[in-house]
């Protein structure tokens, strides 16, 4: 794809999605997002494509407490 090929040239690519296939597809770290806030970054290699939707879920779902019990701050 062309992000692969810009990738292979040496390129950053960021890519933002809510495809948890395709995010699971090019590149080499995984980062979640939860309102704002980061609340995951690994390697890619590290991360199971079966287990993405269960693994967001529960990172964002975290996130969410955390902000509520933080007082609703974002």
């Known amino acids: 794809t062309m ?3 810009l990738a ?8 933002t999605t809510h495809d ?3 995010s699971a597809q090019p590149g ?9 806030r980061l609340v995951h970054d690994a390697l ?3 991360a199971d ?4 939707a269960a693994l ?4 964002t779902s975290q996130a ?3 902000v509520v019990a933080d007082g609703g701050a974002a």
């Open 44 to 46: 890619l290699s590290a």
């Open 3 to 5: 992000l692969q090929d």
């Open 56 to 59: 967001y879920e529960r990172l």
């Open 64 to 66: 969410v407490k955390s």
């Open 20 to 22: 948890l296939e395709r």
């Open 28 to 36: 080499q770290r995984l980062v979640v997002l939860s309102r704002g």
């Open 8 to 15: 292979g040239q040496g390129a950053t690519v960021i890519l």
């Open 49 to 52: 494509p079966s287990t993405l």
